[in-house]
Structures are given as C-alpha cells and as structure tokens.
C-alpha cells in the first residue's frame, strides 16, 4: 500500500507478484532463517522477521524484492549458469543486491538495511574504482558486475570446489546475511521458451511505471540493468523448420475440382443454376494437392567445430522432435574439409550419442581446417528443403545448397565469424 501510495506507477508492480507468509521451519528450509524476506523469481516470501519491523524498512524489503522480481535476476542467474557451466549465488545474489540498492538509495520515503551493499561499495572494495550511484548504475548491469568479480580459481586435483581469489573473497565479506534473499526455483523443461514471454511482459511493466512516476520512480536508475529479452533458439529452430518442411498446397490441372464434381456440372461460375459453357464451372479446373509428398532436412555435422554434451543434447532432441512431428527424415552429412561419412536416418531417430559416434566413424578427430564447400556440396545433391549446418563457422563456403540454410553455431564462436557468414541464416545456440 505504501509503495502504490508514494510511487503509483512503478509501485503498483508489486501487485503483479505473488506475497506470502511463510514459517520460520520454512524459511529455514531454504536458508532465509535470518532474513525478513526472501524471493525465488516468481512470489516474495515473508518469514516472521518480517512483522517486527518499521514500515520504512518493510517498505525497503519490499521494493528491494519486486526489483529482484522485475529485474529477473533469478531466471538471469539460470541463464548464465547454462552458458559458464558454474556461477556461484551467493557472489551473484551480492551483485544483484548492490544495483538493487543503489538504486533505491534516494529514495526517502524507504529504508534499506544497516549493511546494505550499494554498487558504489562493491566498486571501491572489490574493484578499486570510484563511482556516484548513479554513474555506475548507467554502466553496470548483474552479468558483467559478476564476471568482473568473479576470479575463483579452477578446482585442482585435491579439491573439488573452486577456491576464491582476491575480488571474490572480498566480496563475501560484505551485504551480510541479508545478500541471500535471491532463492531461484528449479527450471523446469520449457523454462528458457516461458523466460522469453515473462522478460518481455515485465520490459513492458518497467516502461508503464518508469514513465509514470517521475522523480518518484523506483526505476529511474536502472536503464542498464533492464531485462533484455532474447528469444530462444529452440523457438527459432521450431520456427525455420516447420516453415521450410511444413507440407505445401499446390493447383493439380490432373483431377477435377471437388466443387464441380459435388453440384455435377450444374452450378455456373457465379453461382447461377443453369448457365454452362464459358462461364460455368468447368470440370478440367484444377484441385489442390500437396506439393511436396515427404520434405527433406540435410544435417551437416562440422566435426572440427567445438560444441558441449549438454548444448549437443539439447540440439539433437529438438531436431529429433521436429522431423518425428513433421515426418521428415534426416540426411547426416559428416566432415571437415572433405566429406567423411553420409548417413539417413529416420524421423525423430536423431541423438547426440548418434552424432558422436558418426564423427567418431568418420576418422575425425577435430581441431583442423574446415572447407564447408565439399559439405555444402554434398548436401545439394539430396536436394534438400533446409540444410542445418552445426559448426563454429570458421572456413569457406563457396556453394550454397537449394531451399533455406541456417547456420546453428556453439555460444563460443567467433563474433567476427558469424558477422562474415556469406548466406543463409546465423541462429547462436545459447
């Protein structure tokens, strides 16, 4: 009520997020004993701290929260845990914190917590720069913040944590107890495609309340960390594959036109019994057929390219899933500056193990020169409806196969790379 008082516009967001009360044997089931409030993406959960504070602070954990929330810092922490592989949260949680109370900071009419980290903190203790709140909230956003902070060390041989260095060490010290509140639920399976939908819902959210309130709102800060919205590349694969395998109405001059054959001749062309000759319905008008009785999808498999199990796994059930739903087998092309192995497969019969295997069959180890021109070659002559070319995207590609091509290319590739694909479509596998 507070926030919606002060700040209508950017306070009311709080009414689109879940409140509840939770047990002290609950909050400490999730390691917020200590905490007033806590959030896991989606609710605010109030712990029985909660009730002993003044309604400035309450206003604070509150605000502190929502912007969590708004910010989706839960769902970005699961985003970039799939493309590092390891991010610790409790040194994100601190990063996320300190823009979050910076950006409250001149907010009178709200009171953040004796130990609050602010951004201006975390940059003179951790990395020995010098910035006003503002000026580092303009700079700064939770992922870059993390990757500067973040110097832990590999783990080695007689241990299987990672140990902290100099930066991450500092910044453990710092926020207290009350830089745990991010709890991030588990992601579910069709998480990164509803992560898309809800970022963009609240891009939207953020704007109505930022423009709204003024010298009031509680965003008037926050242009750098915003919510950006990415649509994933599963949505994309689904898209380019159904549009070009999708089956395709054709005219066939070969059948009569159901129409005519339904009224047996007797209906003219405007709709007026009786009238024949040129201006009826004649029997030779062409029905529909399809134009394409069984699509074709060619896989080219650049073996010297470098892509994880997990992405691999990811990439390889999408495709199986589409061909199997579509009804459309796969041509598996192999190689890298020549073709190695050409294999076809079945709908929905596409794995990562298979794909492993192949390259494995080929004789290829990876790691050398890529020539696409050979592949891409090859791929032509099964003259396909889309050729997806898995590969990092480093070589020549002097042919280019009929119907679409898309380029599925590893989250490290070349930035340059992909910038200089001569044709087709470039779709980053995050």
């Known amino acids: ?43 605010i959960h109030y712990t029985p701290a909660f009730e002993r504070l003044g309604l400035d602070v309450q206003t604070g954990w509150v605000a502190h929260e929502l912007l969590h929330i708004a910010l989706r810092h839960g769902p970005r922490y699961r985003a970039l845990q799939r493309r590092r592989g390891d991010v610790d949260l409790a040194l994100f949680n601190r990063c996320a914190d300190a823009i979050v109370n910076s950006a409250l900071a001149p907010a009178a009419w709200l009171a953040l917590p004796a130990q609050a ?111 950006r919205v990415h649509t994933p590349w599963e949505q994309v694969l689904r898209t380019q594959v159904a549009r070009a395998l999708a089956p395709r109405l054709a005219e066939n001059p070969s059948r009569p036109a159901r129409s005519w054959l339904a009224n047996q001749g007797r209906v003219g062309a405007r709709g007026r019994p009786g009238e024949g000759g040129s201006r009826g319905r004649l029997p030779w008008a062409p029905g529909l057929t399809h134009a394409r009785r069984v699509p074709r999808l060619v896989l080219v498999l650049d073996v010297s390219g470098s892509i994880d199990e997990p ?17 459309a087998p796969v041509t598996l092309v192999v190689g890298d500056d020549a073709v190695r192995a050409v294999r076809t497969l079945a709908p929905g019969r596409l794995g990562p193990k298979d794909l492993r295997a192949w390259a494995a069959e080929a004789g290829v180890a990876g790691g050398g020169g890529t020539d696409f021109t050979p592949l891409l070659e090859e791929a032509a002559r099964h003259r396909p409806d889309l050729t997806v070319v898995l590969t990092d995207l480093e070589g020549p590609a002097r042919h280019r196969p009929p119907g679409a091509l898309l380029w599925a290319v590893p989250p490290g590739a070349d930035e340059a790379a992909l910038a200089a694909a001569p044709f087709g479509r470039v779709l980053r596998l995050r």
């Open 117 to 227: 980290l602010t951004l201006p903190q975390l940059l003179d203790q951790v990395l020995g720069t010098t910035r006003s709140d503002e000026a580092a909230l303009l700079e700064w956003d939770v992922e870059r913040l993390y990757a500067a902070v973040d110097d832990r060390r590999p783990p080695d041989q007689r241990a299987d944590a990672r140990k902290d260095g100099p930066r991450a060490a500092t910044l453990r010290t710092l926020g207290g107890p009350d830089s745990e509140d991010l709890k991030p639920g588990p992601e579910g399976a069709d998480a990164v495609v509803a992560e898309a939908e809800q970022a963009r819902e609240w891009g939207e959210r953020l704007l109505r309340g930022h423009s709204g309130d003024g010298a009031f709102s509680i965003l008037r800060t926050l242009p750098r960390d915003l919510p």
């Open 1 to 43: 009520m507070r926030l919606v008082e002060v700040a209508p516009a950017s306070g009311s967001l709080a009414l689109w997020v879940a409140h509840r009360d939770v047990t002290e044997a609950e909050a400490l089931a999730h390691h917020a004993g200590r905490l007033p409030a806590y959030t896991d993406g989606r609710c």
């Open 311 to 327: 992405l691999l796994a990811r990439f390889a059930a999408e495709l199986s899933a589409l061909t199997r739903r579509l009804d």
